[in-house]
């Protein structure tokens, strides 16, 4: 197993081929490494946007009236805190961690296609440059929802949509082209022996995520498309005095939608896969389960998108079809739960930030899990659509969901990225406060929904009044508290106590083979996997330096 | 007066109200019904699910086994946690099925309703009666702008609210006029999409008088907040008493606009139908939220000739976010209007447009097409 790590004795080779000085060393970079640091940069640059965009959609709540914003910038914020979120923070933050980990993961030198890489993130400024700069154009940016339901996404429309289709085209490229690079790298990078079973579930989740991109991104690239011919072409597929039907819109972007929603979660199961393991100090519960759940849930979610319809007036026979596809996806979801739960039974556990976050993600994802059942039963959902209570289920899959996946990832990660350990006190701190301030924010959503508040709106009655405050401040000090990641992460950079190449005692898998921090180049030479034990199940077995 | 104090109390109650109401017909009650179910299903689960995992956290740290041990997989118990939940799921289902059957049941009713969303307000005809009117917001500026308290009905209120019997089945054939909106009455637990160009179909029977209130639930664009739904179950005699009075004030409607009417009066009655209509765009002030909702102060149209300015009021202006009135208001409201617009904020044209132009114009419009 020494020749794993083969980097040691040729500092020389290294020095040869390593970064690029100045600006240009970002620019031009083909390098996992630096691309994969990129993205989460830009990904955490935007999520402090669109938190920004939060802050005011949230401060506006804080009472009933109109008091900071007026209705049609609000409408703005609702819209670009949403776009941001999804496609600039919980995106391009996967596809980062990805970059990092994937190649590290299965003993590959680098991604398969390095130069589209450095495009597919280079993209993406462009892409939300864009974007953003829509609010400041005359009549504002996008005031339609992030869903941009037709027509008012079209007829209705500012004239700034114009750009925010164009946006939504560069960033939908920049997906199909990260997703094709990690399809090319996990297929045939591995390293000799490395089989897809013995892949760490993050590569298999993120396999299948890329396959979800690839299929779903086009079919939003179509549907932005047909908006642009509507508006500046004389078309009407979304308008019904030319024969089309506005409904159409909602059929084609939730095909886009609902697998887009699993895109943004099943790569955090797969890091929480690994971390819960490895604070456990015990294998992973039900490799193989783990693995077909994943394909289960990425299959059923090109079956259900009609339940986000169910008040369009669909027929009787495709209300009951999307409501039983809808309460299946429990199944696959169920058996990943409890194989965490199994994970942690009777293991040795600590609880370190990954850990914290990982543990917050189990049981907050699952609460959301719970309100998305109970959304999944049609006649139910009559009263729940539209409402806070979507809301509250969204964002409870979203934050302890994708964003804490996202943070637990960086906490376990950081010491190979940084070669130095961060602060785990502070990092604890940000764990609480983000908790404690994200279930204030979003659990008495769920009431206000219930009582019948509907969703994107600036202004209410009275009787929603206190858990909104409730809410608004919950708001506040979870925004606050990302400040907080960010000192920690800066600080982890700047030095602190170095990490050895295996930081985490009870971590499994090849990126621990490599120093901390992981060399310019790593694997250049392959490692040989096949004497690692398929039941050791892809956490990379007994190889540890 | 005694309706009055029961709302009150309810809005006491309702300020930390943390769940769904049961409504108030049998469709909202057996809604309700699951809903609470399918609730205690999750809570019972996540109570076993959480309860095991917070066991493991406090039994299973380091500080206690230093050991852990090395199991990974379990056929049998894989198998039992995936069809236990798919028997669960199922036994969700029915009551599930049996509720949606119920709401689907499309026999015949006794009173149908056109609801037609725009922007924002509603719309309701009563089919095969000759009565149909708008809702609009009554919320005073003042109270949403914080200059005056907020009234207990604050966003809820209405000018006329939709008046439907109790004990009968009414039917709504939902639609819209410009972008999609969603008509919602939480106690009735009737939602359903207002789409332009198509017509959906929902239904209510409500067994007692009362006074309900819910809001647009589809992102309908700026004053999506502010086009509440409220309907007004009154007894049948009550209620045919109603509609005899709702047909006599048509009659009266059809006769204003034969009627002689001087500037004044139409500037007055024009200022009324600004408000509920124009107002929220082009603002009191008339000057508007340019470049989305332009100015009528001073602009060409306001102070150009009459015809073209009727011309806009009447047909709106496609593509853009101004509508077409000549369908939504009376002959004479839309001379009202152009009345008042251009004689208002400095606009001092001094001509006006009477209800007998208006529908002279109208003619003119049916006989081109």
Known sequence: MSAVIDDHGHAAHDHHHGPAKGLSRWLLTTNHKDIGSMYLWFSFCAFLLGGSMAMVIRAELFQPGLQIVQPEFFNQMTTMHGLIMVFGAVMPAFVGLANWMIPLMIGAPDMALPRMNNFSFWLLPAAFGLLVRTLFMEGGGPNFGWTFYAPLSTTYAPESVTFFIFAIHLMGISSIMGAINVVATVLNLRAPGMTLMKMPLFVWTWLITAFLLIAVMPVLAGVVTMMLMDIHFGTSFFSAAGGGDPVLFQHVFWFFGHPEVYIMILPAFGAVSSIIPAFSRKPLFGYTSMVYATGAIAFLSFIVWAHHMFTVGIPLTGELFFMYATMLIAVPTGVKVFNWVSTMWRGSLTFEAPMLFAVAFVILFSIGGFSGLMLAIAPADFQYHDTYFVVAHFHYVLVPGAIFGIFASAYYWLPKWTGHMYDETLAKLHFWMSFIGMNLAFFPMHFVGLAGMPRRIPDYNMMFANFNMVSSVGAFMFGATQLLFLFIVIKCIRGGVPAPAKPWDGAEGLEWSVPSPAPYHTFQTPPDMSDVHEHRKGTGGELTP | MGLGLLATVAQARAAWDVNMRSGATDVSRSVFDLHMTIFWICVVIGVLVFGVMIWSMIAHRRSRRQQAANFHENTRVEVLWTVIPLLILIGMAVPATRTLLHIYDASESDVDIQITGYQWKWHYKYLGEDVEFFSNLTTPREQINNQAPKGEHYLLE???????????????????????????????????????????????????????????????????GFMPVVVEVKSQEDYAAWLGEKKAEAAKLAELTSKEWTLEELVARGEKVYQANCASCHQPTGEGLPPMFPALKGSAIATGEPEGHLNIVFNGKPGTAMAAFGKQLSEVDIAAVVTYERNSWGNDKGDMVTPKDVLDFKQAEEATQ
């Not at chain 2, 819209?176 to 106690?187: L, Q």
């Not at chain 2, 637990?189 to 639930?217: H, M, Y």
């Open chain 2, 158 to 224: 209405v000018d006329q609210p939709l008046v439907i019997p109790a004990g009968a089945k009414v039917r709504f054939l939902i639609t819209a006029a410009d972008v999609i909106h969603s008509w919602w009455v939480p106690e009735l637990a009737v939602k359903k999409d207002a789409i332009p160009g198509f017509v959906n179909e929902s239904w209510t029977r409500v067994e007692q008088p009362g006074l309900f209130r819910g809001q647009c639930t589809e992102l309908c664009g700026k004053d999506h």
